[in-house]
């Protein structure tokens, strides 16, 4: 089992390690219905592209359960499947809306929608123990392909390595192990020696309450910087490479990730290290032709204003918190999937590493 465990599903409701108090404390939000897990990734309870998707998974469990049992679901004496469907639809859409940038999170709903239908006709409790099987079924396969996404990225990192990482692509962003940061821990239990350098990435601060928590966890050596400090390292060449998460990747490898990653990836570029993404398949959005038709997330401007509820502005100033930014596939050196390595990522080269992997694109 997975030390660090983000999500926990006990059978009957889905248990979230609150990420807004760590570090300083490890506490889980129980929720016990679609609606306060749809709560809890509005309010960054849980965050992180995959961890959002297997947790929009579970909500499809805990919503099917309570539709299945309403008034309404008997037509007669049959069970009204479109009227069970329908339902679930909404709730799929009330899941959706939550946050706009990462895919994983509609991936994830439509997946659990897709196997509702396919359901169709068969007796309901048998439909909901599948509904929820497939459920533990997204998150198993999540940790498994991050594992597999380890092993390929530590193949990229020389020893002695020191990491530059933005944001949270941990065990906390996924159901466990991470794709970035499992980049690093399957490189580091390799024994290749590694150092991490986290950026604290404001506003959430994501790298410095959750990322350099994690990796303090596993003993994999971790400095954090501010963002402002990265240009500095970076240009001072202690660094030989850059590794982050993604959201979503559009068709042309363009990437949306933490707002500050673009940054990262024109100053990796100027000084000649590479930059890698680290993301599974279900992160790739095919029906967007480039990163302009990303939907970036805007956040409310008090998370730029205050932290932890202190005011760190003057009242009344004005702020723009866009959560995420896009970086043009230009500026990616690979990117790492679980079913190998895309080296200089572009509309071509993902189609045909895919069809050549025999996965559909
Ligand atoms: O706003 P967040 O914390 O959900 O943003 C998360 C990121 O940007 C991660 O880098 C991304 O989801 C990849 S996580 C494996």
């Known amino acids: 089992m997975e030390k660090i465990r983000p999500l926990i599903w006990n059978g009957e409701s889905l248990l ?3 990420q807004r108090a760590l570090p300083q404390e490890e506490i889980y939000v129980h929720c016990r219905s679609a609606a306060e897990v749809g709560e809890s990734i509005r309010g960054m309870v849980v965050r992180g592209a995959p961890a959002i998707g297997v947790a929009a998974a579970f909500a499809m469990v805990l919503a099917a359960r309570v539709i299945a049992f309403s008034p309404d679901i008997n037509d007669g004496n049959t069970f009204n499947w ?16 939550t946050r706009p940038t990462a895919v994983n999170l509609s991936w994830g709903v439509e997946r659990m929608l897709k196997r509702a239908e396919e359901l169709t006709g068969t007796a309901p409790l048998e439909a909901l123990s599948q509904l ?11 940790i498994a392909i991050n594992k597999r996404i380890g092993e390929y990225g530590s193949t990229l990192l020389p020893t002695p390595c020191s990491i530059l990482t933005h944001c949270n692509a941990g065990a906390l962003a996924t159901a466990g192990y991470g794709t970035a940061l499992g980049v690093v821990r399957s490189a580091f239990k390799a024994g290749k020696e590694i150092q991490v350098f986290a950026d604290e990435t404001r506003p959430f601060l994501q ?13 994999i050596p971790v400095s954090l910087i501010v963002d402002g400090a990265a240009g500095y390292l970076l240009r001072s060449r202690r660094i030989n490479c850059v590794i982050v998460g ?4 559009a068709a042309n490898g363009d990437v949306a990730n933490k707002i500050g990653t673009y940054m990262l990836a024109v100053l990796a570029e100027k000084h000649n290290i590479p930059f890698y993404v680290a993301a599974p398949r279900s992160t790739f959005d095919f029906s967007l032709s480039s990163g302009e038709e990303i939907e970036v997330e805007e956040r409310g401007g ?4 205050h ?4 005011a760190v502005a003057p009242p009344g100033i004005g702020a723009i918190n866009p959560s995420f930014d ?9 990117i790492v999937t679980e079913y190998g390595i895309i080296h200089h990522p572009d509309r071509a080269a993902i189609e045909h590493f895919f069809a050549s992997k025999g996965g559909n694109s």
């Open 16 to 18: 979230l390690l609150d």
């Open 82 to 97: 479109p009227f069970f469907l329908s339902k679930l639809v909404e709730t799929g859409v009330m899941l959706k809306n």
């Open 132 to 142: 929820e099987e497939l459920a533990c079924h997204i998150y198993e396969d999540d």
């Open 207 to 219: 790298g410095s309450r959750l990322t350099a928590w994690e990796l303090q966890q596993e003993g």
């Open 246 to 249: 993604a959201d979503r990747i």
């Open 302 to 305: 008090e998370e730029v204003t």
């Open 307 to 310: 932290l932890k509820g202190v």
């Open 326 to 334: 896009i970086t043009p596939a230009s500026l990616v050196t690979a």
